[in-house]
């Protein structure tokens, strides 16, 4: 997804104060040197100004007279925000967005799924067959970014085929955060148990089934929260024993 914050020199000021302030390298409460970002990034007072306006309008900034401009708590950032949630999705995985996104998958698609079956068009059919003949063909070709785009949109047509305006929109919320997801399970744990979760969902779906379709999206959602929360162990464990060693000095 291309998001507003990527675009000409604004945009990529905007991407790169929201990246920062996102990651914890301007924590909240911190007041930001306007000026010298302006210095460090070879930028106008102008484009800077404009940049702290699409992050206040985030939630991220804002300003007091005789302050400054500094980072707002997190409890106020526009946390479904799409570049928000791209930052959140980009670099190391947050452990927090991956947790939360699996919760609210596991409340939200099995439902979406069930409607799905109920108002499904011939053309929301073809869409889910479609994505899924692309998680094949990139499954078997070893292709990270064609299969992550591939999940994405499955898990679009599921919501589309719902033909619940408001369900549909939530691939904003998701799309980030799955991606980011879907990452790190493709190079842990993807393999044909991931491809079968996902033409019963499909199948279901085709059938008409709101029943089997609702289970089958739950049991796919509760095998890919077990995988996420696998990986994340492992990247723990992997992380804590390479401090040891440094520490040791081996």
Known sequence: MVTFSRRGLHGHVVDSMGRRIVEGE???????????????????????REA????????????RPRF???VRDRRDWNLLDADVM???????????????????????????????????TPDDVTALRGALARMEKSERGGDIEEHIAADVAFHRAVLAAS?????????VV????????????????????????????AEAIAA???????ASMAS????????????MRRRSESRGGARRRRSSGS
């Open 86 to 120: 791209a930052w959140r999705g980009g670099g190391d995985p947050d452990h927090r967005l991956l947790s939360d996104l699996e919760e609210v998958r596991r409340i939200v698609e099995p439902w979406g799924a069930r409607l799905a079956a109920e108002r499904r």
């Open 26 to 48: 301007f924590p909240p409460g911190a007041v930001v040197d306007l000026e010298l970002l302006e210095q460090q990034m070879s930028v106008s007072r102008t484009v800077m």
């Open 208 to 214: 008409g089934d709101p029943d089997l379709a609702q």
């Open 163 to 171: 033909q619940n305006e408001l369900l549909e929109r939530l691939e």
């Open 174 to 201: 998701l799309e980030p955060a799955l991606r980011t997801r879907d990452a790190l399970a493709f190079v842990h744990t993807h393999g044909d148990a991931f491809l079968h979760s996902h033409a019963a969902v």
């Open 52 to 63: 702290v306006k699409v992050l206040t309008t985030k939630g991220l900034l804002d300003a």
């Open 68 to 70: 400054g401009t500094f």
């Open 220 to 231: 796919l959602l509760e095998a890919a929260a077990a995988d996420t929360a696998e990986i």
